[in-house]
């Protein structure tokens, strides 16, 4: 990860300063199979983490605007879908909902950068 903002009711803020370096370092690989993993990177933030902190499928609808990212992890089970912003060779950039409570939702926008 290389940027991340969250913007609430019009205001957008970046959070990438806040996000730990054991969060930020993660690698998350899209296979052309539709199977994903995300690994913990250089550092772990809790030494006992296994390496592959999830991992599932993902596809994109029919158009490539939406990416459905479904975990197979027991500890982490679900489906997100998150809006692709744009796809380059190098930089993938993001957009996710989030219900923040009260009625109140965020949007936040991930950049990836290929390593």
Do not use: R
């Amino acid at each position: 990860m290389t940027d991340a903002k969250v913007t609430v009711s019009g205001i957008t803020q970046s959070i990438f300063s806040a996000i730990p370096a054991c969060v930020v370092d993660n690698i998350t690989f899209y296979k052309s199979t539709g199977d994903y993993l995300e690994d913990e990177g250089a550092t772990k933030c809790d030494s006992a983490d296994p390496q592959t902190l999830e991992s599932g499928t993902w596809k994109f609808n029919t158009d490539k605007t939406i990416i459905t990212v479904t975990s197979s992890d027991p500890a982490n089970p679900g489906t997100v879908a998150l809006t692709l912003v744009s796809l380059t060779a190098t930089t993938l950039v993001i957009k996710e909902s989030i219900d923040v409570g009260g009625g109140v939702t965020a949007l936040g926008t991930y950049t990836f950068t290929a390593q």
